[in-house]
């Protein structure tokens, strides 16, 4: 638009004064349209056109003069916009670039033209520095120059580096140099070219000179010690050698030379002599391709001989290297073993005891003949070589291993022998009847060795005779009287407690078969009539040519009487007995003696209830608090075997402090002492709460309890704490008689008048011939042996239940289970005041 209005007003500009002219002087024009040749009577009107026209050539003469004016003005204003920016971006670079060299850790020197150009020695000669000068400014001035630089150098170095330095000024040569400082830094000078700048490149490599040194030092013992290596493998005495990839030989060792006859290890290698056969390298390779390691055992001619060699050979980065050990001596070894085990299995064979060998794989390496015979196990299964536990498993499945409650904690039992250097022996009942002898021992060679004996038969025999023996032993040592055997050569064969006990004769001096002579000077002190020794001896020697059975009478100086027997045996032996038939004068002194001894016990057993009080619980107490301050760790750690030793500790002292108070009860119970203290009480919060007390013991051995009884079963008349220790007994007694996956009941009914607690379990029970006694003190059988206790927890159950007035029931079966059943008043008689008289001066006894 501005174009236009420009090009509209210069077009009028230019035609006013044209049309001015033209109307003045329209015959000046004719004329001068007639001076080039037109015709004047002919151009007096297009006079007037060309006129016209020639003004609007003029007038867009203008425009275009305008428009090409404006458009350079644009056009020199942009270019410099773009010389600004490039001005601004090249001052953003440099100032970039300086900051770079700035935080340069080197000092950079650079010399601009002018510099160049100045004398040596003014001012304007200083090069421009950047970059890290710290090392290199003088600490006094803070300042640097190149002459300052020159002068921290060495004389020779400094020389160097000035003339470098004027080279590159004046020529521009390049040099790279090091340099040494006054104070030992090694500098890097590095000198080139810029342009028309010349710049010097200074770097303190004092550190990397040292780490150099430092590696080269480095790989130097690094090649020292591989020199002493291959030095110590070549010095070997064994062959070695290392391959290529390709599996040739590259180097070898001076003992492998020798076995290969070679004149030296370089001629070894260079003719390639191989130690090994084909077959050997071939099932090396064929290990190596699988593992980094392989070895065989080769035979090879090694200086003439054929030796054995155990070969390992090792996976390389860039190879293969073996070694070859001489194993010729381990090797005939070997074979003489072979052919010894061989032997000695071919006997084990023949013999009737039953062998079998394990391996230290637990694995049978070996059995004999009797072995299948004994076992009747699979032979081809057995030559397979099953495991140890797998055998026992075959067995067992067989029935023929005897039977175990826990049969995986047997085995482990038994896998334990290939550990320990004890050995194992033990006898098997088998189920069919059969007993056999076991001997476990470790193998010389690893692994165990088993003796199998069926002992049956024998074991029988011995049983019968050793029974049969035992009889007539007890049957001797439990007579009144007095029995002694002579021999016919008049030795003491035989005799019992009581012949002993007649005749005032130790024990020891009857051992060894002492003579009828020696007898009789022993006990001549308990009588000294000749005449009836002589009848003795006459009796016993057979002296006198007869042998008669006798019996006599002797009066002892002791006032003592005691009358005799002599009786001759079928094979030659003389029966002596001997029997105290002492007067009624001697029987009336042991019945006083008796009284005494029970008047003395009833006293003893006063002082007893007092002692057990003081003299046991107050060290049981003090052992409890100081075990359970050790248990605490208070003074120090303990370890694990430490730990279990101190509870054990504690839990001996509480049970026997358990016991101590069991006894102490039924001491005050046999007084006529205990009392009762009488209240309500509820039936359930007392079975639930022994409930409680025997959850964490029968969580331990993993026996189940059950409750039966109603929440509204009521209350009764009774004592609680009693109740209650009732209940803890019973329970403590089910769970002695159970075995993990029993169950335990504890419940209790109401009658009309009466109550029922009872504690019912699923253990082993009672046997019969048991079942009258088990109420009785210290009676402690039940259905087996191997649950033993003090024998006061039912026999204080039924006195403190006959204390409220009840009785005990007991139903028991072996294998099934036991139930004891209290049954209880509604309510207890009270106690009378003599009884809480006694109770009072017994639980003073009790504190004291």
Known sequence: MLARRLLAGTAAAALRPLSASAQETPKGLIDTLASFGFPAEASAEPALAFTFAISIGIAFAGVLAAITGLRSARAARRKAQEREATLAALETRLDAAEAILAAEPDAVFIWTPETLRAAPGTFQARPRIVGSTATLVDPSSGDLDFSYLLSRLEPENAGRLNTAVQRLRTRGARFSLHVQSVDGRTFEAEGRPAGALAVLWLRDVTGERAEVS????????????????????????????????????????????????????????????????????????????????????????????????????????????????????????????????????????????????????????????????????????????????????????????????????????RMEIYTSTEPLEEYWHLPDGRTVKVLAQAHPFGGVIYLYENVTERLNLESSYNTLARVQRETIDHLYEGVAVFGSDGRLKLFNPAYANI?????????????????????????????????????????????????????????????????????????????????????????????????????????????????????????????????????????????????????????????????????????????LDLSDVELSEVIYAAEEFAQRPAQKNKVTLRVECPREIGIVRADEKRIKQIMINLLSNALAFTSPGDAIVIGAARREASVELYVEDTGIGIKPEFQGNVFDRFEAHGGSERHRGAGLGLSLVRSFVELHGGWVTLESAPGIGTRVTCHLPVRAAPPSRGQQGDLANVTKLEVG
């Open 214 to 413: 430092r590696l080269k030092e480095r790989l130097r013992q690094a090649e020292k010690a591989r020199d002493r290596f291959e030095e110590h493998l070549m010095q070997a005495p064994f062959p070695a050698w290392r391959r290529d990839r390709e599996g040739n030989l590259v180097w070898v060792n001076a003992a492998y030379a020798r076995a290969v006859d070679a004149g030296t290890p370089e001629d070894a290698v260079k003719r390639g002599i191989e130690l090994l056969g084909e077959e050997v390298q071939g099932a090396l390779r064929r290990a190596l391709f699988d593992s980094t390691r392989a070895r065989e055992r080769s035979h090879a001619i090694m200086e003439g001989e054929r030796r054995a060699l155990d070969v390992v050979e090792q996976r390389l980065s860039d190879g293969v290297a073996g070694i070859a050990i001489d194993v010729s001596d381990l090797d005939q070894a070997e074979a003489e073993l072979r052919r010894h085990i061989e032997s000695h299995a071919a006997t084990l064979d023949r013999v009737t005891t039953a062998v079998a060998i394990c391996g230290p794989d637990k694995r049978l390496a070996f059995h004999n003949r009797a072995y299948d015979a004994l076992w009747s196990l699979d032979p081809q299964w057995l030559d397979q070589g099953p495991a140890d536990g797998e055998i026992l498993d075959e067995l067992r499945a067989r029935r023929r291993l005897p039977e175990q409650a826990n049969f995986q904690a047997w085995k482990q039992a």
């Open 503 to 675: 005749w005032a004769l130790d024990a020891d001096k009857l051992e060894g078969e002492p003579h009828v002579n020696d007898l009789i000077a022993l006990c001549r002190p308990l009588m000294d009539d000749e005449s009836e020794w002589e009848v003795l001896k006459n009796g016993v020697t057979a002296m006198s040519g007869t042998r008669a059975q006798q019996t006599g009478r002797l009066y002892r100086p002791d006032s003592s009487v005691v009358d005799y027997a002599m009786v001759p045996l079928p094979d030659g032996a003389t029966l002596m007995t001997y029997v105290d038939v002492t007067d009624s004068t001697r029987m009336e002194q042991a019945l006083r003696d008796r009284n005494d001894a029970l008047e003395t016990a009833d006293r003893l057993k006063s002082e007893f209830i007092s002692h057990v009080s003081y003299q046991l619980r107050t060290p049981l107490t003090n052992i409890l608090g100081f075990g359970e301050i050790l248990e605490t760790e208070m003074f120090g750690p303990l370890n694990q075997r430490q730990h279990e030793y101190m509870q054990g500790i504690l839990e001996s002292s509480e049970t026997l402090i358990d016991v101590v108070n069991d006894i102490l009860d039924l001491a005050v119970i046999e007084a006529g002492a205990m009392t």
